[in-house]
């Protein structure tokens, strides 16, 4: 087994541990394996030992390693931020944008998504923690620009992703992720038609998947560590 396959292998355990833990069924949690900084080789291994879908935090980045991959069955998450000047490159080659914070953003996705692909699936990044300078729709505003969404005939609405702050303590970590998960119930009380809460990655998953995720993002776990912090996006 390769390295990555062993790793993969360990996440998929740890995610079934979790799901036991928290008695749910496994099958409602779905892995991305997050391949930011990892080249198409990476990737590669980790379809063959059975990761079908990726995520990619820089979107220049993620086109050209895609168009290495071509022919492979691979679904592309856009999980990092999206610039207006991007909005286009995304559409295209993306099944996934999840972190949709504003209007504007979610717009250029509808107008630029190629009319023969299916709408593109939109996941509202939420600011759950409120820091102040963090990506993220704040939990208030959610409801409107979720309802905005849907009348964007390009889009398809799916869900809420959180990146909450590092923290090291299980019991800290669930109290983050419960709030995403509460709002997440309440909109869809409110009638958005949701079933995807992404959270949760290597250090938190467990925690993520007590409160309710549905989908964890994970990469050092599969991939190892990154060997370099990259800006750009
Ligand atoms: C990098 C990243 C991940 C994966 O983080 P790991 O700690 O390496 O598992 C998940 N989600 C987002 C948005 C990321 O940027």
Redesign the pocket.
Known sequence: MTTIAARLKTVRERIAHACTDAGRDVNEVTLLA?S?TFGPDAVREAHAAGALSF?E?YIQEAVEKQALLAGLPLEWHC??PIQSNKTRLVATHFAWAQTVDRLKIAQRLSEQRPPQLPPLNVCLQVNIDGGANKSGVAPGEALALGRAILALPQLRLRGLMS?PEPTEDFAAQRTLHQRARELYEDLRAAGLPLDTLSMG???DLEAAIHAGSTMV?????IFGSRAKPVTSA
């Open positions: 997050v930011k995520g935090n999980i990092g990146i990655m290597t250090d993002r994970v990469g050092t776990a």
